[in-house]
């Protein structure tokens, strides 16, 4: 296989979460996801990372979780204030539902990505007799020492 754009070709589009195979949704599609939410009474909240390792399952919150929120509006307030503020980071929304007791994550889709996606770096390493192990390393960490992103 030749490749004549090494650059298009190295394009990578996070895939994580519901929606993640099509193409990004418009505010009024996010809108109709979250009258669904609403209309389930599922607690929604918002969450941002630079770093979106599939393993990394703690992104960080934006402001609290809307609990019992009624109105479209205010959710997509705070959506909007997120991505003014975070521009170069990933952005999803996630819907919690806690009929059974505890919170369990029913919904959660990705809504505002970097400009450019940075992607993932495979890491061989040896280990006991010779067996190779292999990990994926986040290009958006590697720039910055370890303990120094937060």
Not at 39 to 52: L, R
Not at 67 to 72: E, I, L, Q
Request: glycine share 4%; aromatic share 14%; charged share 25%.
């Amino acid at each position: 296989m030749k490749i004549d754009n090494y650059k298009e070709y190295r394009k990578v589009r996070l895939t994580q979460g519901t929606f993640s195979f099509l193409p990004d949704l418009t505010d009024e599609q996010i809108t109709k996801q979250i009258e669904y939410a609403i209309s389930q009474k599922w607690a929604v909240n918002i969450e941002y990372t630079d770093d979106p390792h599939p393993r990394n399952n703690y992104w960080e919150l934006w402001g609290l979780p809307l609990f019992d929120v009624k109105d479209t509006a205010s959710v997509m307030y705070e959506i909007n204030s997120c991505r003014q503020q975070c521009p170069n980071y990933y952005v999803k929304i996630n819907a919690f539902d806690n009929t059974r007791g505890i919170e369990s994550c029913v919904l959660s889709f990705i809504i505002k990505r970097p400009s450019v996606e940075p992607g993932f770096e495979l890491v061989r390493s040896e280990d006991i007799s010779r067996n190779q192990k292999y990990c994926f390393r986040s290009y958006a960490t590697s720039n910055q020492p370890e303990g120094s992103r937060y």
